[in-house]
């Protein structure tokens, strides 16, 4: 039963979510610290556990897949539902606080890529 | 007419498959057959996606009744459960083999983008400490700023100008990414989880992911919420205490 797979990813889902909302309670913060993170973790680890147990089967698998499948297109909803016009016209500060910190972090991560690289090597 | 114009509005859901259907078989058609596979379909997708987006107001297409389905499929709810389902098959020994160096990268890229939002915000004449740790909290990614914003009371434009932040870096992360994903060095998993935990913008980082290699998606979005939860935390509770007392002295 492919809804088997979506069922197991729900519930990582919202056992992720929880943990981020305890988070933030904790914090002191409104909102979900890294919940999605945290589902992401269970969601490996349980995969990976039933399929050391031959426990997960190409069904399941299907129904996983299928959302899998769909993350590209959510993404381009989700960028049509962007206020792309604020962002450009609110005020040069955000349009230039936002391109340098993306710039320079783009400049970072290359420099963590190579340093990652010799590590390697 | 009316009566068809009234039957799309009544399934925005369903034609929002359609849209995006549409969306992605144009950009397919124009990737392959006029760019020769220059630029990836995927990231034209995004493209026209933000240029659709344009039409609309705040909440881009969807301020357009008959678009209005976007917002269910674009959503913060489908978007994470999606995130969550490319976890599948994701290596747990490429996940500890860049364990250090992702959470390195993670505390690394939230210090590094407050402190630019920091410099811009005095730079353009800002000088209440709440006011330069909002605008510095969306330069982090765009949920950060507000969050920061309400827990330091700082003004609605304020809130508003940091999520612009945050958006503008979405944009670029996005769009520029998968043009320059060989100087940048983008092309392993590891690396992947580096480009996540140093930019952090979930929705950018898996956009440009996504056009680069699907595979790499799990990998540098797994980072990138992180990153929000990690700049939810510091920018409120430990940059805005600490930058208020250096600007009191």
Redesign the interface.
Known sequence: MKIYGVAILSACYFAGLIIGELLGNMFGVKGNLGGVGFAMLFFILLTDWMNKKNKLTKEYAAGISFWTSLYIPIVIAMVSIQNVNAAINSGTVALVSGTVATVLSFVLIRFLISMLKQEGE | MDAVYQMFLKNGFVL??L???I??LLTQFISQKILRNKIPG?AL??A???V???F???????DIPL?SG??L???SM?????????????S?VE?KKAGW?GV??LF??VF??FI??V???ML?G?ADPGDIAT??S??CTF?VGP?TG??VGASSEII???????????????V??PL?KN????ESK??AM??GG??GT??GV??AL?SIN?KL??YG???A??Y???A??LC??VFYPILKWILMQ
């Open positions: 929002s498959f849209v995006v259907g969306i992605m995927v997708a995004i026209l996606g933000l659709l987006a344009s609309g107001g705040k909440t881009g297409i969807t678009f976007m917002a499929l674009g959503g489908l978007r994470d459960f999606a995130i969550v389902s490319t976890a599948y098959g994701a747990i996940i160096v390195i990268s690394v890229g590094f983008n630019v939002g410099a811009f915000a353009f800002y605008l510095a969306g330069t949920i969050i309400n827990a508003t100008l940091s999520i612009a932040a945050g958006v503008v870096k979405v944009l670029i992360v996005s520029a990414t320059f100087i940048v060095g983008i590891t690396s580096v480009f140093v930019m979930v929705s898996s956009a996504a699907p998606v799990p979005a797994l980072t919420t992180f929000t939860g990690v939810a935390i409120p509770s």
